[in-house]
């Protein structure tokens, strides 16, 4: 049984997508920072950087945007596109050049571009752009620049297969455009279909238009709301309810399902009991959980995991897990389980780039075979794509994960203040130890007959009950009297010397 729960407020969206009584995925919007992914903007070239074969373009965000030579659509590529046949493609995944030229041969300074929002700004990087543009609707993506047909690799019957291509073909035609199947049109009718192909040239009429009179910064096309992407990618016959608590925007989702998917609109409902939606099936208690680094699993093991800049790390542990015949045993089953869990922790956590998963050691080959089948099998339902490697020398598993956006805890969290991020503090004796260093180097700077600590209490008691024989030896040895005064604002590794 899966479930779609949307949660409005005026100034947030939450969609929350339930398995079997499990959150799968959590999706928010915010009304003061809604994401860029998908929109459409025209440009300007700030920057040419041929050491990076990119390009930095002032689309109209805080930061100036990013874009790759590889990213440019040239004539060239195009005509190479036109000559291919049908192909086997991911969903929104444009066709990517095999050479690429110098970026100095493609922009220069100063030049317009029409591009599209690939990536969200995340952390300090601003976004990722593309000119190889995509329109998508609910079984289709348009690829205007591209003529090609290709069906999600994530369709796997490959009768199906033949089926879509052959109905997608006697549909579109001779036309000057490329389509991609998507997952969603699986066992879909040739006139659903159709009624997506008008839709996608309709919507590209307008966007060319748009182009022709939109200036420097402005947006040309914008994607659906946070509620419709969700019908849009997260709809389908599975999906037994779809429960809203806003009348409003319910009826907006019944009148969207009901001009793309008529037989799903009556699982659409209201919302009006007494407990708060997100309360069902312990969705809230779920997403605070899903910003621990410790996730327990039930057979008494866990996993830690770390998200850094530069990748997230999985390590997985037996815990309490003892097992009933041997440690390999052991060792198997709660990997299994690990392997589960880790995929449905990507997802909910919205995790992205690099990953390694440290599973325990496992002296058997056909183990770790079967770990990694399992963990490539709960992948399957992720809708970002995922790429897994074999299990590496040191026994690591090296895994991708698509990230278009910031990752929940990145979205709903920031750094702490005390820390600065780091997750830990330096100790009272650390700080102690700084003080009396700043004590020394403040009184060869400057003329004082006294000097004046304030810090923080836990830092003053140190100073007091273990280091007061070094503050005396440190007062004859400088020839000056020194005071320690806490103070409960300070934070334990803040301190300030006042020369009196």
Same mark, same amino acid.
């Given at each position: 049984?899966?479930?779609?729960?949307i949660?409005?407020?005026?100034?947030?969206?939450?969609?929350?997508?339930?398995?079997?009584?499990?959150?799968?995925?959590?999706?928010?919007?915010?009304?003061?920072? *809604?994401?860029?992914?998908g929109?459409?903007?025209?440009?300007?070239?700030?920057?040419?950087?041929?050491g990076?074969?990119?390009?930095?373009?002032?689309? &109209?965000?805080?930061?100036?945007?990013?874009?790759?030579?590889?990213?440019?659509?040239?004539?060239?590529?195009?005509?190479?596109?036109?000559?291919?046949?049908?192909?086997?493609?991911?969903?929104?995944?444009? %066709?990517?050049?095999?050479?690429?030229?110098?970026?100095n041969e493609?922009?220069?300074?100063?030049?317009?571009?029409?591009?599209?929002?690939?990536?969200?700004?995340?952390?300090?990087? &601003?976004?990722?752009?593309?000119t190889?543009?995509?329109?998508?609707?609910?079984?289709?993506?348009?690829?205007?620049?591209?003529?090609?047909? &290709?069906?999600s690799?994530?369709?796997?019957?490959?009768?199906?297969?033949? *089926?879509?291509?052959?109905?997608?073909?006697e549909?579109?035609?001779?036309?000057?455009?490329?389509?991609?199947?998507?997952?969603?049109?699986?066992?879909?009718?040739?006139?659903?279909?159709?009624?997506?192909?008008?839709?996608?040239?309709?919507?590209?009429?307008?966007?060319?238009?748009?182009?022709?009179?939109?200036?420097?910064?402005e947006?040309?096309?914008?994607?659906?709301?946070?509620?419709?992407?969700?019908?849009?990618?997260?709809?389908?016959?599975?999906?037994?309810?779809?429960?809203?608590?806003?009348?409003?925007?319910?009826?907006?989702?019944?009148?969207?399902?009901?001009?793309?998917?008529?037989?799903?609109?009556?699982?659409?409902e209201?919302?009006?009991?007494?407990? %708060?939606?997100?309360?069902?099936?312990?969705v809230e208690?779920?997403?605070?959980?899903?910003?621990?680094?410790?996730?327990?699993?039930?057979?008494?093991?866990?996993?830690?995991?770390?998200?850094t800049?530069?990748?997230?790390?999985?390590?997985?542990?037996?815990?309490?897990?003892?097992?009933?015949?041997?440690?390999?045993?052991?060792?198997?089953?709660?990997?299994?389980?690990?392997?589960?869990?880790?995929?449905?922790?990507?997802?909910?956590?919205n995790?992205?780039g690099?990953?390694?998963?440290?599973?325990?050691?496992?002296?058997?080959?056909?183990? *770790?075979?079967?770990?990694?089948?399992?963990?490539?099998?709960?992948?399957?339902?992720?809708?970002?794509?995922?790429?897994?490697?074999?299990?590496?020398p040191?026994?690591?598993?090296?895994?991708?994960?698509? *990230?278009?956006?910031?990752?929940?805890?990145?979205?709903?969290?920031?750094?702490?203040?005390?820390?600065?991020?780091?997750?830990?503090?330096?100790?009272?004796?650390?700080?102690?130890?700084?003080?009396?260093?700043?004590?020394?180097?403040?009184?060869?700077?400057?003329?004082?007959?006294?000097?004046?600590?304030?810090?923080?209490?836990?830092?003053?008691?140190?100073?007091?009950?273990?280091?007061?024989?070094?503050?005396?030896?440190l007062?004859?040895?400088?020839?000056?009297?020194?005071?320690?005064?806490?103070?409960?604002?300070?934070?334990?590794?803040?301190y300030?010397?006042?020369?009196?």
């Amino acid at each position: 049984m899966s479930e779609i729960l949307i949660n409005v407020t005026p100034r947030e969206t939450r969609v929350a997508l339930v398995e079997n009584g499990m959150l799968q995925e959590v999706q928010i919007e915010r009304a003061a920072r *809604r994401g860029y992914v998908g929109n459409i903007y025209k440009g300007r070239v700030q920057r040419v950087m041929p050491g990076m074969q990119a390009a930095f373009v002032d689309i &109209g965000l805080e930061r100036a945007a990013f874009l790759h030579a590889s990213d440019i659509v040239r004539a060239a590529h195009v005509a190479a596109i036109h000559a291919s046949a049908i192909v086997d493609s991911d969903e929104a995944s444009p %066709p990517q050049p095999q050479v690429v030229p110098a970026i100095n041969e493609l922009l220069h300074i100063g030049q317009q571009v029409v591009v599209q929002v690939v990536k969200d700004p995340i952390g300090s990087k &601003g976004a990722r752009l593309t000119t190889q543009l995509s329109i998508p609707s609910r079984f289709l993506v348009l690829l205007p620049h591209a003529r090609v047909l &290709g069906v999600s690799s994530r369709i796997e019957d490959e009768v199906e297969r033949t *089926r879509l291509k052959t109905i997608m073909a006697e549909i579109v035609g001779d036309a000057q455009a490329g389509y991609i199947v998507r997952t969603n049109a699986e066992g879909c009718d040739a006139a659903s279909l159709a009624d997506d192909v008008a839709y996608l040239r309709r919507a590209w009429e307008m966007i060319g238009a748009s182009m022709q009179r939109a200036a420097v910064g402005e947006r040309i096309y914008e994607d659906l709301p946070l509620p419709l992407r969700a019908m849009r990618d997260l709809m389908h016959d599975a999906i037994e309810k779809v429960r809203v608590d806003s009348r409003e925007t319910m009826l907006r989702l019944q009148e969207f399902v009901g001009q793309f998917m008529p037989t799903l609109v009556e699982r659409i409902e209201l919302y009006i009991g007494e407990r %708060p939606v997100f309360d069902l099936y312990g969705v809230e208690d779920e997403i605070q959980r899903a910003l621990q680094k410790n996730v327990p699993l039930k057979s008494g093991g866990y996993l830690v995991i770390d998200q850094t800049e530069a990748m997230t790390t999985v390590d997985v542990n037996t815990g309490s897990f003892l097992g009933q015949r041997n440690l390999e045993e052991t060792v198997y089953r709660t990997n299994l389980e690990a392997a589960q869990s880790v995929a449905r922790q990507l997802r909910l956590r919205n995790l992205g780039g690099i990953i390694i998963i440290d599973f325990i050691d496992m002296t058997d080959v056909e183990h *770790r075979r079967q770990v990694l089948r399992t963990l490539e099998k709960a992948l399957t339902g992720d809708h970002s794509r995922t790429s897994v490697h074999e299990f590496s020398p040191l026994g690591l598993v090296e895994m991708t994960r698509k *990230r278009t956006t910031e990752s929940l805890e990145r979205q709903l969290c920031e750094p702490c203040p005390t820390c600065s991020g780091r997750g830990s503090l330096r100790t009272a004796e650390t700080v102690v130890y700084e003080i009396f260093r700043e004590i020394t180097r403040a009184v060869r700077q400057f003329d004082a007959s006294q000097l004046l600590v304030i810090a923080a209490p836990k830092v003053v008691a140190r100073v007091m009950e273990e280091e007061s024989a070094a503050v005396v030896e440190l007062e004859e040895f400088l020839g000056k009297s020194i005071r320690f005064q806490p103070d409960e604002q300070c934070q334990q590794e803040q301190y300030d010397v006042v020369l009196l």
